[in-house]
């Protein structure tokens, strides 16, 4: 099983709410990440985790929060957003280790709309 | 910094056609090499990678790729695109284990 769960799939939201993006994975991977990827663009690294611990933040602003409850979990927190915001969210996971091979699995990701 | 190039930003071909999209990467120490897809409203799908060993490897769907040490090049090529792969084509780097720096993007469209 290489499967990345993310929801919801589709999320509009206004610039004063509160919502969270989630991203499930069952395949033992220790490092997991946000992406954020607007239209016709690769992906940007956001955030990472390595063993429940955040590792990497790419100057994210803080209206977004990550938080990992478990090694299985990973929840996107989003509050206040802007416009600019909108974008497709990637979900991706791998084992942490450096220096070994390693693959990132993606989800399908969350397509978010900020009104 | 690391960086990866994408040498077309939109390639568009008739069925049939060979394929070739050109990745070019800036790390110089050992890297782990990607390709990934993404059909038109799906997810980031792993076409093929390159850890070790024979550069020239092969993926899914009839792409193969060929990893040039000396060039910093990491080739896509399929012999006979169908209208199904067109798609969105990001190659991505991973400087031996760390995270992925991905490419802009290629836009291939394979007309019927």
């Known amino acids: 099983d290489t499967e990345v769960t993310q929801t919801p799939k589709h999320l509009v939201m206004g610039m004063t709410n509160k919502k969270s993006l989630k991203c499930e994975q069952h395949m033992g991977h220790r490092a997991m990440y946000w992406y954020k990827q607007k239209a016709k663009k690769p992906p940007e690294l956001m955030f990472v985790y390595s063993y429940e611990k955040l590792s990497i933040n790419e100057s994210v602003p803080s209206r977004f929060s990550p938080e990992c409850p478990n090694s299985s979990l990973l929840n996107l927190h989003l509050h206040a957003l802007q416009p600019e915001d909108s974008a497709l969210y990637l979900c991706a996971s791998s084992q942490p280790r450096t220096g070994v091979e390693n693959i990132q699995y993606f989800g399908a990701g969350t397509r978010l709309s900020v009104l | ?112």
């Open chain 2, 1 to 112: 910094a690391q960086s990866v190039s994408q040498h077309n930003h939109h390639v568009i071909l008739s069925e049939a056609a060979s394929l070739e999209l050109g990745c070019n990467y800036s790390y110089g120490g050992t890297v782990n090499l990607f390709w990934y897809v993404q059909y038109p409203g799906q997810h980031l799908q792993l076409l093929l990678k390159y850890f070790s060993g024979d550069p020239l490897v092969k993926g899914i769907k009839g792409f193969e790729a060929e990893f040039i040490k000396s060039k910093f090049s990491f080739n896509l090529r399929k012999p006979s695109v169908q209208w199904s792969d067109t798609a969105e084509y990001f190659c991505a780097v991973s400087p031996y284990g760390q995270n992925f720096v991905f490419g802009p993007g290629t836009r291939l469209s394979v007309l019927p």
